[in-house]
């Protein structure tokens, strides 16, 4: 059974860093598509980055530059070090596990990040 733990949320300033981890088990990212998404209070979950299999990153628009998406295969974890934050950064971010081949979405418990400005 695949579960996603997610750890590193919080609050912080406008302008600060904070990094989010996923563990995963009962698979590995470095075989799937890894991401975290969000969602914010009365909108719809967003996507925010997502590293493939072969490594190949992907960011929402609104992250670029100030957002990175990183795997450990040691670890078997997928990393979000998000810094230059900002308010709207505010939501609850998840986790995601995206069997390509299966067509398979698994998603973590969700972690919030609280921005203050």
């Known amino acids: 059974q695949v579960q996603l733990v997610e750890s590193g949320g919080g609050l912080v300033q406008a302008g600060g860093s904070l990094r989010l981890s996923c563990a995963a088990s009962?698979?590995?990212?470095?075989?799937?598509?890894g991401g975290w998404y969000r969602q914010a209070p009365g909108k719809q979950r967003e996507l925010v980055a997502t590293i493939s299999s072969g490594s190949s990153t992907n960011y929402a628009d609104s992250v670029k530059g100030r957002f990175t998406i990183a795997r450990d295969n040691f670890k078997n974890t997928v990393n979000l070090q998000m810094n230059s934050l900002k308010p709207e950064d505010t939501a609850v971010y998840y986790c995601n596990l995206h069997m390509f081949w299966a067509g398979t979405d698994y998603w973590g418990q969700g972690t919030q990040v609280t921005v203050s400005s």
């Open positions: 009962g698979t590995t990212f470095r075989s799937n598509v």
